[in-house]
């Protein structure tokens, strides 16, 4: 490193022009602190590196630490430090009084003026490193040269505002860092260094292959939608095609299988038809009454069994059967449900007071699914959701059609599913009247109760014998998956997913199309996993940890693959820093906003947070979950184990106005017109798809996994 002392002049001697200047400069910067000015030179008082890249971050135009950019961080840390050591002899060698020693003054550092008293205040320590970084941030990021080399300016400033350099130290500090920096630039490992820094930056930014990225993601969706794919229902002839196109592709892409050697993971699930006999049940309480099916209601079951049978079952009135310890709520308190049939309102008391939960806001205790799964917990034989057409979201015949038949269920080999509920359903407002009525209750005043805090359950003193027909079929479908082996964090993993399966033929459309391609639900989801595959591949060190890519089956029909997953995953939940979701990403026009649902909940948000910055474009927390969406696709099933997770959805504020998305999610969404054209604009999609992958590296990279916030409103 170059010789200050030998190329520098000495410090201003007294009584020299230069020293009164100093002089002058020390008095005017004095007004700086107080003030935000004198925050600033307290804040900049740092020499640690990871403390000084967290203040250059806005310069930078994105977030600079040991997780977001590590490549940069070991630019930086390398580079100070040996720029630094220059400073070291000129100190010893003058050991200049500082301003405060010579004037007997404060300084904005009192308790450090001791320490400082004894060492030379030519050249400052602190404004070397300051203008030593900024000159390699502006190296390596031209586009933000100027606010990077203001910020290493005043750098320098706030160590003469604080009281402690004059500003003679500051300026030779300046020219010495200057000189080291030149001499740096010999350096092979410093360009080295440099160079892996660039490429690091060249990715976060997403620069690097967008155009054959385009080509790909075009060929695979293009393909995976294609009519040879049948919509690729699970358990069908296309299921074959589908996994073994995606294990093909992982297999090309350098990527291992999963799980203990095989790119596939079999589950089973079984499919249940159930009649209730004569189609009605007689309810017997203080007045007779039955309910029919499917006016009044609709009822199912998981078990592998070919006759349900209920003897003389008591129905207990629930509320919203909820128990939530965090929201102080517990229909089930001081009433024992067990071989009862639990009725249970469907959402939660939000929806009617904005005061309690979330207000509109539901939260998971509100969806049908919770209902039968809390009862379940509770020991009960049934449970029958309490169906409301405002509360649900959807009207009656949304719950006929989709319960009649063909109930789908994971399906467990060793109990037949003989631990599931007997009795699963949904009961019409209509038949809640009529149960009522045969209790000789008020069935208005009961619901209104149920809605307030202090709600008690008790049984309604109605019983009926509930008997079902059964028919079941037991299949077997797979997840796909491969994974990217780590480093020295290999054992845990980041994952990245998406759906394999639709809707396959079906009601035909106007046009007498029957098949259902998928093409942006989830063809542009896998497509983005695949092409996630080759940049993490491409990657010139692995990542730390390991990267798993997973495609679960049975998305569509109820979250099963993932579920399936998340019970028996390749790697632990506990050992699983992320899930990123990728769902019907495509076609997007690029937008400045980026959508992320599950966003406010984890640490995972400053990751995301810094890359779509370093995109130029912001995040958009879409906190609004009144339409349960956030419960509707497989980083549900991650987010309930507590691991964080998110699906980035496209914005509404579009960079060109005038350059439209032609294809709107309503005019596709499960619809047999979901397919790809040429014109796609994958623009948007492909700007996701480099923020989640920088998400993804850093997260991969990071010392810590992110954790899940202690005020996370999911359970
Ligand atoms: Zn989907």
């Not at 024992?336 to 509109?360: E, H, Q």
């Not at 919770?370 to 409301?388: N, P, S, T």
Request: aromatic letters at 10%; a negative charge; proline letters at 5%.
């Amino acid at each position: 490193m170059p010789d200050a002392v030998r190329f520098l002049p000495p410090p201003p001697a007294e009584g020299s022009a230069d020293f009164e200047a100093d002089k002058v400069n020390h008095e005017q910067a004095k007004a700086f602190r107080a003030g935000a000015r004198g925050l600033r030179a307290i804040r900049e008082a740092t020499t640690n590196v990871d403390s000084m890249a967290v203040l250059f971050s806005g310069a930078f135009g994105m977030e600079l630490s040991r997780a977001a950019t590590p490549r940069t961080m070991n630019l930086l840390s390398r580079g100070v430090v040996t720029i630094r050591q220059a400073a070291t002899k000129p100190k010893a060698t003058y050991m200049r009084k500082r301003p405060f020693v010579y004037l007997g003054e404060g300084t904005l550092f009192p308790e450090e003026e001791a320490e400082l008293r004894g060492s030379g205040s030519y050249p400052s320590g602190h404004s070397i490193r300051g203008w030593g970084m900024a000159l390699m941030l502006a190296q390596l990021n031209p586009e933000r040269q100027d606010t990077l080399m203001s910020a290493g300016y005043e750098w320098g400033r706030s160590r003469v505002i604080a009281g402690v350099h004059w500003a003679s130290d500051v300026e030779a500090s300046r020219l010495l860092a200057s000189a080291c920096f030149a001499r740096l630039q010999e350096s092979p490992e410093y360009r080295r260094d440099l160079e892996s820094a660039r490429e690091e930056l060249r990715i976060l930014k997403g620069e690097i292959s967008r155009r054959g990225d385009e080509t790909l993601l075009r060929d695979w969706i293009r393909t995976i939608s294609s009519d040879a794919f049948g919509g690729r229902k699970p358990m069908t002839e296309y299921e074959d095609i589908t996994t073994g196109f995606l294990s093909a592709e992982m297999e090309k892409a350098g990527l291992r299988p999963a799980f203990d050697g095989n790119w596939f993971q079999p589950f089973r699930m079984i499919s249940v038809t159930s009649r209730l006999t004569k189609d009605r049940i007689r309810l017997k309480g203080p007045r007779k009454a039955e309910l029919r099916c499917p006016d009044d209601l609709v009822v199912w079951t998981a078990r592998a069994t070919d006759k349900v049978e209920l003897d003389d079952a008591e129905f207990v009135f629930c509320g919203f059967g909820i128990n939530a310890p965090e929201y102080g709520w517990n229909d089930y308190e001081g009433v024992d449900v067990r071989g009862k049939i639990v009725v249970a309102m469907v959402n939660d008391p939000g929806f009617y007071d904005p005061s309690l939960f979330r207000g509109r806001n539901m939260t998971y205790y509100g969806r049908w699914l919770y209902k039968f799964e809390e009862a379940k917990r509770q020991g009960a034989a049934g449970c029958l959701v309490l169906h409301e057409t405002d509360a649900a979201g959807y009207g009656w015949h949304v719950c006929v059609n989709g319960h009649l038949e063909d109930n789908l269920a994971l399906y467990d080999p060793e109990t037949g599913n003989a631990g599931e509920l007997g009795v699963k359903g949904w009961l019409h407002a209509d038949g809640g009247r009529r149960l009522f009525d045969a209790a000789g209750l008020d069935f208005d005043a009961a619901l209104a109760a149920a809605k307030r805090p202090g709600f008690r359950a008790a049984p309604l003193k109605v019983r009926s014998d509930v008997e079902m027909d059964v028919t079941y079929d037991v299949r077997q479908t797979r997840n796909v998956a491969g994974i990217l082996p780590g480093t020295d964090l290999k054992d845990e993993v980041v994952v990245l997913n998406a759906h394999w399966d639709h809707l396959g033929f079906g009601a035909p459309d106007e046009s007498g199309d029957a098949i259902y391609n998928g093409a942006a639900d989830n063809a542009s989801g896998m497509a983005s996993v695949l092409l996630l595959a080759r940049k993490f591949r491409d990657l010139p060190e692995a990542p730390r940890r390991s990267i798993l890519f997973l495609f679960p089956s049975s998305e569509e029909s109820g979250l099963f693959g993932s579920q399936f997953y998340c019970e028996h995953p390749a790697v632990p939940m506990d050992k699983t820093a992320a899930c990123l979701n990728f769902e019907s990403i495509g076609p997007a026009e690029l937008t400045r906003d980026v959508v992320i649902l599950g966003g406010g909940q984890s640490e995972l948000d400053r990751y995301y947070v810094a890359a779509a910055a370093a995109q130029g474009r912001y995040i958009f927390f879409d906190d609004d979950n009144s339409d349960g969406w956030f419960f509707r696709s497989d980083h549900y099933n991650f987010f309930k184990q507590g691991v964080p997770a998110v699906v980035v959805e496209n914005g509404l504020h579009p960079v060109d106005p005038d350059r439209p998305n032609r294809y709107p999610m309503s005019a596709w969404y499960h619809k047999p017109s979901d397919e790809y054209r040429e014109d796609w604009d994958l623009e948007g999609t492909l700007a996701n798809v480099n923020l989640m992958f920088s998400v993804g590296v850093s997260v991969a990279n990071a010392d810590e996994r992110p954790q899940m916030y202690a005020r996370s409103m999911y359970k």
